[in-house]
Structures are given as structure tokens and as C-alpha cells.
């Protein structure tokens, strides 16, 4: 945090020069009508069964989003195998008991009453092994520069189990906490009423309703949503406190890929980068490598293992064996992100591989690796 | 090079190369400031009998073939008396010139016209440091790249920016020469303030079309700043104290008549503001918090007369910026006491250094050769120190860490002018070696483990050859012809490029002159300006086999009314196509040291066109014009706007500039200048949608600190630049009281920017309300900017 500031303070010794007359105000700019597309969202692996959405794009003055729910979705693999997906009856989404496989190739084909046939085509990558040889927590210093921060993190190396002719991956770094990652926490619609009587704003209201009534890994997802929407301290920390009375707990046995906690992954090598101000997750294509080299950290692990402070947390890597649309997808999807408020950025158009609508349909495998235990 | 291009090339010269007529002399010399004795550029010089008339070359000379018997030379130079020489001349003679300057009052009249010049050929425009010391200041600062702005053609980028597009350009495809040496970034404070301290330069060519063969290296223009010589008859010093910057400027003889020096130094004073209320407000702090901030200039040149026709010439610059923040942090934990220390530095900045050997050949020939260095440096560093003191004794941990990119020129060229009876020839050779760091990252820690990333330096070179022949057919028809070959190191493999330049000029009569012009310009170098992180991250990177040279075409066609000796005006129409001008793929970032840089970039076209008109009128106190532009500048890559040609983010349909100069009294000048520009183009996402896999953590913009909104929603748009900002528009406002007292000049200088307050665009982004509508926020960073500045000179 103090880093931060340093930054920022470095920084804006200039900004602050400039912003001190600064004014902020409605920009009047005339706006016309636009066509809605259709969003396919799909990102498929081996690992799970097919699920789809189907929504459409919403102008910025709208609360909420428009899903469909009487489209006709099929997915055909190359060796004309038909896969029907079927409507859930809830946001958009159609799914299907069949799972994708390694190596094959799909073809989606949308059909929606009153509109063009949407089709895309995407493959889920052969399965390639990859593992960590055994390694030694060395602390080295990175700078950023994109950000012009420093990290404190450790390289490792990735193998591959073949030379990968052409790769495209994906690297992000986990930890997951015992002690933490088997809860679930609910907040009824009851609770959530409470709230806003309490004084929850009308869209913080509406972005918690989609939450309700569901198990989910954090305690802190509708903090987050305060923090978002509601700028009064005061206010923000009674509804905080009323969350916390309010939310339902619980403790399962299984895992699941959203209680694992976001650490900070860099890449180490020639082919692999993260984008912009992303500190998350590195990206990569090359041709005929064998590894990858990456630089890991976490700073309450530096500082346990600095105290001899042991909290017995598991260090997980991530590795997303991609398709190009994939990695186009991500990349984009990251600098558009970290450049919305930038005005000397060009704008960003996200990669979409849909024919007639937007959106992804993008395979990929994925290997969690766990690194270490401390 | 085709064989073809070499016979061309052959019969080019053999064609320019006319034999002398007998019975012709020559008459040459130099033409000087009797004052200070320094050469006077563009001084015209005309023999009346004959009708013959030249001008003098950057370093006052000249040179004139007549035929023997009686001459009449009649000598003039905007803002100095002319004079008149009547001789016999039967073989080669030597006549120089000191001119006087005439008085005050006339010579800021005269000298504001330059705002409109009728230079020679259509796109060129010589400014005078007078023209840039009359208009408006932008927080107290008079800047000869702003100035340029309000020729119609150039456009001011972001609001308050000295980069200035010309034409549909960028600003990297400026070729911008201080003495000779290509600047590489020529702004201060992320580009509000030029580095060029006015009080040091002498004069500013600046080519938006017709550019002459000598110069090459960029697209779309060329910003030709020279430096002062030093006054060589008496010591001169001039002080002026501003808002943003200070300055001192000293200049004197060396030896009387014949060598001088001028230094000049510029630096901010805001620094002491900056610094100071933070030092004060944290003084009782055990975290402390220092920001720092900077930016100089130093110009140093100094001539030598070696003997009447030799002359010596040395041009040093040396300028930057430093923006830093010192965070220091003391504390007492369990009986030891730590000391914490971060230093983060942004510096960047330019430094060059010129040898010039000017040397007369006999009457007719002017050798120029010049050996110079110029360089442009960016360095992050971030060091962190940390003292443990307790029982066991004293522990120092320390980090630095530095990021560090480079481009440095090194140029042997010779330049030799040529002068015939009826045409001019200059012709010559230039031979460089660059070095280039596209990014490199060293890190240096207490124990010794030393870590460097990157992939080193790139080294490239090139040689290049030209000629141009200004030839006059008649007293109506001028031209000039400029043929250019240039042959770059691109990574190992050299390619040659055949550029050739025309110029013509019809003066149908006294009233009324048609113009017409033709270039190729080719850029071996690109910029990649990293619009992925908010900084000046200014990386030059040499062009390669792989990301060829950008090259431009220019086809332009204008003429000039003389409607009464008050009133003129000017129209020019342009059409240019750019081909290899880059940008970057989407999702990468050229800080990325680890990555080749040609992997990141794709390159595209580029297209524009527009109409320029200028109309000027001017009586003896009142000078006054109205320049309109209409254009058009696309851009087209295969990877965006799914490869259809879209607008450029500068493209304004519109751009007017009204402006005047008006002498109150002898004593007091007042100046306005509106200008008008189409907003911007923009890319307004009115769309959005649910991300698939969304990234679910926090992205915070690092130099705002605001946490980007909704990470979870991708903003959806169809065409790039498909929207239209506010339009952009200021009135500023100036007067200049000016009191001699003996010796002793002295100017107060009062200034208001954007006198009537708009709230022009600077930055927009989106805004959710409590009711979920998003609006578009718009930032105005300079609603009004008053300004004085007090200047001194003795």
C-alpha cells in the first residue's frame, strides 16, 4: 500500500501541477442509436461439461442485462458429431452433459429467431504435461515497469512434457488457505431487504440481488460491492457490519476453483509478458518451447518465511494450455480494463471470433500444480 | 539501387550542371548584424541591373554571378534597414554587409508579418524569434513548437502540448534540428513546455512540404531551430523570471570582431514549491514523503573566426526532466530501530553536442562540414534502502533498480553550396552510426547478485547522398529539383531509398504566384510510444528488415494573392499517403524488455488531405490573420476496426486561428489569438456486456490510483474513433510593456490562457450513477491560465 503511494506520489508531483485547476464535468456528446449484437460467452475445457451464454450487448444506460432464451444452440465436432445444448431457464445460459475433449476442434452454430445464424469455431489444445522441478525459494527484487513497482518474488521454471510447437499459455499464481478456502458464506434476500433499509443505493441493491441466496467462497463479495457503489465512510461501515451479522456460514469438504486467492505471476522469459497494469497473469506464444520461466510472489509469504512464520498455505500455479482466440481474447480483455481511464491509451477493441455477434467460444486445458505448502 | 535509378541520377546532374557564361564575375561576401556581428540567415540580396538576386545561406554567405561592368545590389532583411551598394566590377569581388536594425517600433511590425511569410516555396515557413516573442505566452512561456500552431496545417495535439502534427503526421515524424543535431524529444513537463529557451535561438525553418534533399529522417516535417552565435562585439545578458521556468542568457565576445560565446541556462523553480510544502507539511512525520520535480535546459555555442573565410562553430545542449518522490519511513521495534528509504526517479532528456567547419572555396563554393552527436536518454530508477540497528549491531539491505532506453546519432556530414549564374546548387554526403537501447533493466542489490535484462544495444548505419538545384527560367518560373539516396543498415541488411524532391513557382505577375510541390520522405527510426502505461515512455527503436522504414508521398499545389500592399493571401492544398507507420497490437506493452519489439508492432497506411488558407493584413502598428484549415487524416491496419480505414485520433475536419498584434504605443503591444479546432476523435463505447472467465481482481490505474470500475464488463464498440469530442477552442490574451532606460531593457509580460474559460476536453472516461445510468465524464485541465513574467536584458 505504501508502495503505492509512493508511486502515485512520484507521479503526480506533475498531476497535481496540472489537476489543480482542473474541472470535471458532463461531456456532451451526441450519441446515436446503436444496433444490439448478440454475446456468445463460452470458454470450454476438457474438465467441464459444455455451458454457454447468450445475452445481448446493453447500452450504457441500462441496469440490466438482456439474456436469450429461445436460441438453438449446436455444437458439431470434426468428425460431424452433433451436441445440443439445452436453455437452463436462467440467465442465458444452455448447457449439455457432454464434456469437450483434447485435441478436437468445435463449430458453434447459434440460431435465434429474427436473426442471422451465429457461428464460431474454436479447439480445445492437446494435452501437453507440465511440471515444476524442485526449486528453491530465492527472493530476488523485480521492477515492474509498467507500473513501476517492485516485487519481491522467486523464479521457477515450467517444463513442458514435449516441445510444444505452438504455444500459447496462460500462467497465474494461487495460494490457497485450509483454514479459509472450505467456508461459504450466504446472504439470504431477507438479509439483503435489511440492508437496504439500512440505506444499500438502488444499484448496489440490484448487483447484490444476483448474489442472494447463493453459498458463495468470500465473505467479502458484498463488501466489494459497497465499496464499489457506496462513497459515504460512515454509511459504507454500518452496512459492512450488517453484512457480516447478516451472512450464513458454513464448511464443506471440497474445493473449488474460485476459493483459491490471486497472487502475482510474472514472466521470466523471452516469450511470455503481462499486459499493461496486470500483475495477475503472464502471456505467452511461441513456437517450439520446452519451458517457461516465471517469477512468483507473495508477500505474505516473503513475510512468513522472513519470520519463520509458517501458515501452512498452499502455493499453487496455474497453467492454461490455450487456443489463439484464447490468448487474443485475455489479452485484449486486460488492456481494454487497464486503459479505461488512460487518455493517452488507444482504444481498445476486445477480440471476439464470433460471426455475426461478439463474444468468445475459446477452448483450453488447464493444470493446477501445487508448488509448495508453508 | 536499380541501374535505372543511377543513370537517372547522372543525367539529373549532367542536367543541373550548366556550363558559366563568359564574361561573368562573381560578387560574395557575408551579410551580418553591425551590432553583433552575427550572420544573418535568408538575408535577399539583389542585383537590380540585372535582375538577379539570391539569398544568403545560414551562415550570412552569399554569392551572385553578374556580368562585369556596373552593379547595383540592394541588400535587405526582415527588421533591418536595407542598403544599397552601386560599383564597377570587371573581375570576382568580395563585398560584406552589416546591416542595422531599425528601430523598435518598426521591427516588431515587420517582424510579426513572418506569421505569414512568402518565403520562396509553397511549405516553407522561416519564423523569426521575434514572431514568437509577440504572441501569447502559455503560462509565461513563449514556445516556437507551440508557435507553430497557429499556422494553418499545424495542429496542437492534447491541450497545452507543444507536440504539434503537421499534416496528418505525429509528432515523431517531426525532424526537429537544434544546430544541425536531431532532437528526439523536444518537450518538457510531459510535453507543455519546447526545450528551446528562446532567448538563445536565433532563428526556425520550418518545411511542412517541398523539403529541401538535405534533410531526411522523418515524415512530415522539418523544425530547423538554430542557436544564436554570440554577440562578437560587446557582452550581453539577458534574465527573465517566470512562472514555470527561469532563465539566463549570456553571450559576448571572445575576441572582438572575430569569436564569441553565448550560454544560456533554464530551469524550474516549481521544484522549490513542490518540495518545499511537502518538507514543511511532513516535517513532524515519522513517514515522510518528499515529491520532486524538475526540468533545465543548457545551450552553450561558441564561434571562432579561424580567418575571414574559415570559421569554426561548436553547439552544445544538454537539457531533461526529473520527476522523483523520496519515502522515508524511522521506526522502533522491540529495543532496534529501522530506517526505511524509497527513491523512485523518472528522468529523461537530451543531450548534443556539434563541431561545424564552415569554409568559403573561392568565390562560388560554401563547404559546411559538420560532425555531431545527439542523444535522447529515459531511465526509471527505484532504490530501496533499509538500516536494522539493534543489539546485534547494524544490518544495510539496498536495492536499485533502473530501467534504461537510449537513442544516440553520430553524423559526419558535408554540405556544399554551389552558386551559378542562374541556379544554386547544393549538393553533399552525410555518413552516421546510431546506437540504440530499445530497453534494458539493471538491478544492483547490497549482496552483490547483480541481475540485467534486456537484449543490449542495437547498433545501425546509413550513408545517404543528395543534390538540390534551385534553378530560375526567366523572372516568372523558379524551380527546384532535389534528389535524395539514402542506404540503411537495417539489421545486417542494407536497402537503399530514392527520394526526390520538387519545387516550382510560376509568379504569374507582381500580384499573384502559383506553386507547386512533390516529395518523398523516408524514416528509418520509429517511436514506440507506450499508450499502455500513462507515462513519457519515449522508445526509439531502429527500423529493421522485418518493420521497414516509413516512407510518405506529398503532392502540393497553392498560390499566393497579393491584394494591396496591406493585405495578402495564401492558399495551399496537400494530399500525402504514409506507408509503415506503426501501432501497436493490441495486449502488448513495449516496456516489455523481455519481448522483441518487432513482434508488438504491426504497420499500416496512413492518408491525408486538407485546403490551408491565410489571409494577413497589416498597417504600420497592426498586424492581423485568419488561417483556416478543412482536412482529412486516416489511418488504416489490418488488426483494427476489422482493417478499414478510420479516422486519426488528431483528425480535425476544422481548425481556425484568428490572431493580431497591435502596438498600443511605442512602448506597449498587446496580442490575441482564438483558436478553433474540431474536437477530437474519440472511441465512445455506448455498449457493454458480461465478460466470459472475467478477471476477478482490482486493476488500479497506477498513476491515479483510481481502481478501474467493473472489471467484470467488457465495453463494447464497433468502429474506432466512430465519436467526436466537444469542439476544442481558447482566446488568449497578451501584452507586453516594454521600458529601455540607457542600457537597461527591462519587459513585463501579462498573459491570460484560455481567457474566457473553456472547459475544453483533455480526458474523458465513463461514470456510473446511483441509478445505474453511465455518463461520459469529461477532465478540462486549463480553464484559465494567467500568467506574468518580468524579463531583463542588459
Redesign the interface.
Known amino acids: 500500500m ?18 489543480l ?11 446515436p442509436n ?1 444496433n ?2 448478440v ?1 456468445v ?3 470450454f475445457n476438457p474438465q467441464d461439461k459444455w455451458k454457454l ?1 447468450l ?7 441500462e ?1 440490466e ?1 438482456i439474456f436469450i432464451d429461445n436460441a438453438r444452440v449446436e455444437i458439431t465436432t470434426e468428425t460431424g458429431e452433433n451436441i445440443t445444448l439445452s436453455y437452463t431457464g436462467e440467465k442465458g445460459i444452455y448447457t449439455s452433459d457432454h464434456h469437450p475433449e483434447m485435441g478436437k476442434t468445435y463449430t458453434l452454430k447459434v440460431n435465434i429467431p429474427g436473426h442471422m445464424e451465429i457461428t464460431a469455431e474454436s479447439k480445445v489444445p492437446g494435452f501437453v504435461e507440465v511440471t515444476v522441478p524442485d526449486f528453491e525459494v530465492k527472493w ?4 515492474y ?6 516485487y519481491d518474488v522467486f523464479p521457477l521454471q515450467v517444463n513442458f512434457g514435449e516441445t510444444v510447437q505452438e504455444a500459447r499459455y496462460l500462467f497465474r499464481a494461487y495460494y490457497f488457505d485450509p483454514r479459509e478456502g472450505y467456508k461459504r458464506y450466504l446472504l439470504t434476500m431477507d438479509s439483503l431487504e435489511k440492508l437496504k433499509k439500512a440505506g444499500l ?3 448496489a441493491y ?1 448487483e447484490s440481488v444476483k448474489l442472494v441466496d447463493q453459498w458463495l467462497v468470500s465473505q467479502w463479495t458484498f463488501e466489494h460491492i459497497l465499496r ?2 457506496v462513497d459515504e465512510f460512515n454509511l459504507k461501515a454500518r452496512l459492512a457490519h450488517l453484512i457480516q451479522q447478516e451472512l450464513k456460514q458454513k464448511t464443506v469438504s471440497t474445493r473449488e476453483y ?1 476459493a483459491f486467492g ?1 497472487s502475482v505471476c510474472f ?12 500483475v ?2 503472464t ?1 505467452g506464444e511461441a513456437e517450439n518451447v520446452t519451458h517457461a520461466k516465471l517469477l512468483y510472489a507473495n508477500a505474505n509469504l516473503k513475510y512468513s518465511m522472513e519470520h519463520n512464520s509458517s501458515r501452512d498455505e498452499e502455493f499453487w500455479l496455474e497453467a492454461i494450455q490455450a487456443s489463439k482466440d484464447y490468448v ?24 471476439s471470433n464470433i460471426n455475426n455477434g ?3 467460444f475459446a477452448g483450453f486445458n488447464r493444470q493446477m500444480i501445487l508448488l509448495f505448502t508453508y | 539501387m536499380t541501374k535505372q535509378k543511377l543513370t537517372l541520377l547522372l543525367l539529373f546532374i549532367s542536367l543541373v550542371v550548366p556550363v558559366s557564361a563568359q564574361n561573368t564575375i562573381s560578387i560574395s561576401g557575408f551579410i551580418r548584424d553591425s551590432v553583433s556581428a552575427e550572420n544573418l540567415y535568408h538575408a535577399t540580396i539583389y542585383e537590380s541591373n540585372n535582375k538577379r538576386g539570391t539569398i544568403s545561406n545560414a551562415y550570412g554567405f552569399y554569392s551572385l554571378s553578374v556580368p562585369a561592368g556596373k552593379v547595383q545590389l540592394r541588400v535587405s532583411f526582415v527588421g533591418y534597414e536595407g542598403q544599397m551598394l552601386s560599383f564597377n566590377a570587371q573581375t570576382d569581388t568580395t563585398v560584406n554587409f552589416q546591416l542595422s536594425t531599425k528601430n523598435d517600433l518598426q521591427e516588431v511590425i515587420v517582424k510579426a508579418k513572418a506569421l505569414v511569410s512568402k518565403s520562396t516555396f509553397s511549405g516553407h515557413e522561416p519564423i523569426d524569434m521575434q514572431t514568437v516573442k509577440a504572441l501569447p505566452t502559455f503560462a509565461g512561456e513563449q514556445d516556437v513548437l507551440k508557435s507553430l500552431t497557429v499556422l494553418p496545417g499545424v495542429q496542437q495535439g ?1 491541450e497545452g502540448s507543444a507536440g504539434v502534427f503537421v499534416r496528418g503526421g505525429t509528432p515523431d515524424q517531426n525532424l526537429i534540428l537544434l544546430d544541425g543535431v536531431p532532437v528526439y524529444n523536444a518537450t518538457h ?2 510535453g507543455f513546455v519546447s526545450v528551446f529557451t528562446p532567448e538563445a535561438l536565433q532563428s526556425v525553418d520550418f518545411y511542412k512540404s517541398g523539403f529541401p534533399a538535405r534533410y531526411s529522417g522523418r515524415l512530415s516535417s522539418v523544425i530547423d531551430v538554430r542557436m544564436k552565435e554570440g554577440n562578437k562585439n560587446h557582452a550581453e545578458t539577458d534574465i527573465t523570471i517566470g512562472p514555470i521556468t527561469s532563465k539566463f542568457t549570456h553571450q559576448g565576445p571572445i575576441k572582438k570582431g572575430k569569436s564569441s560565446y553565448l550560454i544560456s541556462a533554464r530551469r524550474t523553480l ?1 521544484d522549490l514549491v ?1 518540495t518545499g510544502i511537502a518538507k514543511i507539511s511532513q516535517a513532524s512525520n515519522n ?1 515522510v ?1 518528499i ?3 524538475n526540468l533545465y535546459d543548457i545551450n552553450a555555442k561558441f564561434n571562432f573566426e579561424l580567418n575571414p573565410k574559415n570559421h569554426l562553430y561548436v553547439s552544445l545542449y544538454g537539457g531533461g526532466d526529473l ?3 523520496n ?1 522515508k ?1 524511522n521506526y522502533s521495534l522491540e529495543g532496534g530501530e529501522t530506517k526505511q528509504s ?1 527513491t ?3 528522468m529523461w532528456g537530451n543531450r548534443i553536442g556539434a563541431l561545424r567547419w564552415t569554409s568559403q572555396l573561392g568565390n562560388k563554393f560554401y563547404l559546411n562540414t559538420t560532425l555531431s552527436s545527439g542523444s535522447f536518454r529515459y531511465n ?1 530508477h ?1 532504490k ?1 534502502e533499509q538500516t536494522v540497528k539493534n543489539q546485534d549491531g547494524k544490518e544495510e539491505i539496498w ?1 536499485d ?3 534504461k532506453t537510449l537513442v544516440n546519432n553520430n553524423k559526419l556530414q558535408f554540405l556544399l553550396d554551389w552558386y551559378l549564374p542562374k541556379n544554386k546548387i547544393q549538393f553533399g554526403a552525410s555518413g552516421e552510426l546510431n546506437n540504440y537501447l530499445p ?1 534494458q ?1 539493471e ?1 544492483e ?1 547490497h549482496n552483490g ?1 547483480d ?1 540485467r535484462r534486456g537484449n543490449g544495444t542495437v547498433k545501425n548505419e546509413a550513408l545517404a547522398f543528395f543534390i538540390d538545384d534551385q534553378l530560375s527560367i526567366g523572372d516568372q518560373f523558379t524551380v527546384q529539383g532535389g534528389l535524395r539516396l539514402d542506404w540503411y543498415d537495417l539489421g545486417g541488411k542494407w536497402h537503399g531509398y530514392v527520394t526526390p524532391r520538387t519545387n516550382a513557382k510560376l509568379a504569374v505577375n507582381h500580384n499573384l504566384s502559383l506553386f507547386f510541390s512533390y516529395a518523398q520522405m523516408v524514416q528509418p527510426l520509429h517511436l514506440l ?1 507506450n ?5 513519457p515512455s519515449d522508445i526509439w527503436v531502429p527500423a529493421t528488415e522485418n518493420v521497414r522504414p516509413e516512407t510518405s508521398q506529398q503532392i502540393t499545389l497553392g498560390t499566393y494573392l497579393k491584394v494591396n500592399d496591406r493585405c495578402s493571401y495564401k492558399f495551399d492544398s496537400y494530399y500525402k499517403t504514409m506507408k509503415g507507420v506503426i ?2 497490437k ?4 513495449f ?6 519489439w518487432e513482434d508488438l508492432v504491426e504497420t499500416g497506411v496512413g492518408e491525408a488531405w486538407g485546403f490551408e488558407n491565410s489571409w494577413n493584413y497589416k498597417t504600420s502598428r497592426l498586424n492581423t490573420w485568419v488561417n483556416y484549415t478543412l482536412s482529412w487524416n486516416n489511418r488504416k491496419f489490418e488488426s ?2 476489422s482493417g478499414k480505414a478510420f479516422p486519426f ?1 488528431f483528425d480535425r475536419r476544422h481548425d481556425i486561428n484568428l490572431g493580431c498584434v497591435y502596438n498600443l504605443t511605442d512602448n506597449i503591444e498587446c496580442s490575441a489569438v482564438w483558436t478553433y479546432q474540431t474536437g477530437m476523435a ?12 472475467p ?3 482490482t ?8 481502481d ?4 467484470h464488463r ?5 468502429e ?2 466512430n ?4 469542439a476544442f477552442h481558447h482566446l488568449d490574451l497578451g501584452v507586453t510593456f516594454k521600458m529601455q532606460k540607457r542600457n537597461l531593457y527591462r519587459e513585463w509580460k501579462l498573459g491570460v490562457y484560455n481567457a474566457y474559460a473553456r ?1 475544453n ?6 461514470q ?18 494567467p500568467s506574468i513574467s518580468y524579463h531583463v536584458k542588459f
Not at chain 1, 55 to 61: C, D, G, I, P, V
Open positions: 505504501m508502495k503505492k503511494l509512493i508511486v502515485k506520489y512520484s507521479l503526480v508531483a506533475f498531476t497535481v501541477f496540472l489537476t485547476p482542473a474541472c470535471i464535468k458532463d461531456m456532451e456528446i451526441d450519441v446503436t444490439r449484437e454475446v460467452a463460452c470458454l451464454t445475452s445481448k450487448t446493453k447500452t450504457l444506460q441496469n442485462d530476488v527484487k523485480y521492477l515497469s509498467n507500473n513501476l513497482m517492485d443505493p438502488e444499484n440490484r464499489d457503489f474460485e490471486r514472466g521470466n522469459d523471452f516469450w511470455l509478458n503481462n499486459v499493461s497494469y496486470d495477475m497473469t502471456i487474443d481474447y485475455y489479452r485484449t480483455y486486460i488492456l481494454q480494463v487497464s486503459q479505461r481511464i488512460n487518455p493517452y491509451s488507444e482504444p481498445v477493441m476486445v477480440h461478439t463474444g468468445i | 492534447y513537463l510531459f516549481l513542490i513517514e514523503v515529491p520532486g520535480l520527476l522523483s518522490s519515502f519511513d524509497t523512485v526517479k523518472l526509471i527505484n530501496y536495492t533498480v533502473a530501467y530497453g533493466q538491478i542489490q547478485e541481475i510510444t499508450s499502455s502505461v500513462g507515462l501501432n501497436y493490441a495486449g502488448n506493452s516496456m516489455d524488455i523481455y519481448n522483441n483494427i476496426n485520433k474519440a472511441t465512445i463505447p455506448v455498449q457493454d456486456y458480461q465478460a466470459a472467465g478477471i476477478d481482481y486493476i488500479t490505474d497506477f498513476i491515479t490510483s483510481i478501474i470500475e467493473d472489471t467488457i465495453q463494447y464498440f464497433k474506432y474513433n465519436y467526436r469530442l466537444p472547459q476536453a483533455y480526458m474523458y472516461y465513463p456510473t450513477s446511483p441509478t445505474g445510468e453511465t455518463k461520459f465524464k469529461q477532465v478540462s485541465i486549463f480553464p484559465i491560465i
